[in-house]
């Protein structure tokens, strides 16, 4: 199920994912296990997702949507890695190859930005593709035309919802 268009409305900033660069975006949420028409969120139907969760002995739960002008629903996202491929400046990176650590325990974590950018080097099925580089995006939109459940939304106009979420954390 695609983000809202009108994505973040009804949601709230959860917290900052930050860089070593002084740089962050914001965690939206909450997170769902069923989309809007009541059908259950990508990663919470799809086998390989929930198996890798259960070989971690890792709960799995609703997460959120990470990024604002560049937003990524973890709920949504099946690690398939083809944003990660398609991005011409490596606006993403998969998280869990620089911290191996549940998603939901990135908010207020500091990440260096040195994960992996290739498609095929995720950890696992429970790894996120993460924007960490978000306000590197050049607006192209090629994450958002390949990733297959549509868990990508790039908005520039978003950076004045971005500035003021961030006045509330």
């Not at 937003?71 to 398609?86: K, L, N, T």
């Not at 998969?94 to 939901?104: M, Q, S, V």
Request: charged residues 25%; contains cysteine; hydrophobic residues 35%.
């Amino acid at each position: 199920m695609p983000i809202p268009e009108n994505f973040p409305e009804g949601l709230k900033p959860l917290g900052k994912i930050s860089d070593t660069d002084g740089n962050f975006h914001i965690m939206w949420g909450p997170g769902k296990e069923k989309n809007v028409d009541g059908s259950q969120a990508e990663v919470f139907a799809d086998v390989d997702v929930k198996a890798a969760y259960e070989a971690r002995g890792e709960e799995q739960v609703p997460l959120g949507i990470s990024g604002t002008m560049v937003a990524v629903d973890w709920d949504s996202c099946v690690a398939d890695g083809a944003c990660i491929e398609a991005c011409p400046v490596q606006v993403f990176q998969w998280y869990r190859t620089e911290k191996d650590i549940p998603a939901k325990d990135v908010i207020g974590q500091t990440f260096e930005g040195t994960g992996s950018v290739v498609k095929d080097e995720r950890k696992d099925m429970t790894d996120k593709a993460d924007p960490i580089r978000e306000h590197d995006c050049i607006w192209c939109m090629a994450c958002v035309s390949v990733c297959p459940p549509q868990a990508i939304i790039v908005d520039q106009s978003n950076l004045e919802k971005h500035d003021n979420a961030a006045k509330s954390l």
